[in-house]
T-cell receptor, first 117, second 113 residues
Framework: AQKITQTQPGMFVQEKEAVTLDCTYD???????LFWYKQPSSGEMIFLIY??????QNATEGRYSLNFQKARKSANLVISASQLGDSAMYFC??????????????FGAGTRLFVKA | ETGVTQTPRHLVMGMTNKKSLKCEQH?????MYWYKQSAKKPLELMFV???????ENNSVPSRFSPECPNSSHLFLHLHTLQPEDSALYLC????????????FGSGTRLTVV
């Protein structure tokens, strides 16, 4: 069975500092994708970054990077140079059968990030 | 503008009412999804449509009825709901291939009274 675990209900970070949001996953499928989404208070879910299970390098998108440790089944999101606008809920997600048209993406419980001025 | 538009943004309905949620995308995506987001619970996948065909029904009660008339539109028909169905209902779309992230709509905040 699929499982996504985010153990940090809330995190605080000082503006301009880096922060790591934890995510561990469990799957027996060798082909999967890992995603991070941001949900501001407005409610809209925003796709941030993607990591494929066969990707050799960690994904990066601007200030976002994904620390992918396959053996440990972890996919932590690193946000560098935090900004006040980064305050939001962050969800880790996983999709199995990525290369065979898998449709089902499951989400973790989320981490609320607070950026302090 | 996210590319995925959901209407209405807010809906209050009685338990005996019938209403529909609408989702529209013009991104050329082949797959569309309904998710339910309740307080203090992870997002729950409800339905998945690929090329207008339902490919996933995640044990959702029959009082929720999806409809996908074409690849750009997705509806969620609601009837005889319960107060515990109050939640944020999110629509999303994606390319069929699994390595694309979803584009979500802003959601419909549903309150059942």
């Amino acid at each position: 069975a699929q499982k996504i675990t985010q153990t940090q209900p809330g995190m605080f970070v000082q503006e301009k500092e880096a922060v790591t949001l934890d995510c561990t996953y469990d799957t027996s499928d060798p082909s999967y994708g890992l995603f991070w989404y941001k949900q501001p208070s407005s409610g809209e879910m925003i796709f941030l970054i993607y990591q494929g299970s066969y990707d050799q390098q960690n994904a990066t998108e601007g200030r976002y990077s994904l620390n992918f440790q396959k053996a440990r089944k972890s996919a932590n999101l690193v946000i560098s140079a935090s900004q006040l606008g980064d305050s939001a809920m962050y969800f880790c997600a996983m999709r199995e059968g990525v290369n065979t048209g898998g449709f089902k993406t499951i989400f973790g419980a989320g981490t609320r990030l607070f950026v302090k001025a | 503008e996210t590319g995925v538009t959901q209407t209405p943004r807010h809906l209050v309905m009685g338990m005996t009412n019938k209403k529909s949620l609408k989702c529209e995308q013009h991104l050329g995506h082949n797959a569309m999804y309904w998710y339910k987001q309740s307080a203090k619970k992870p997002l729950e996948l409800m339905f998945v449509y690929s090329l207008e065909e339902r490919v996933e029904n995640n044990s959702v009660p029959s009082r929720f009825s999806p409809e996908c008339p074409n690849s750009s539109h997705l509806f969620l028909h609601l009837h005889t709901l319960q107060p515990e169905d109050s939640a944020l209902y999110l629509c999303a779309s994606s390319q069929e291939a699994g390595y694309y992230g979803y584009t979500f709509g802003s959601g419909t905040r549903l309150t059942v009274v």
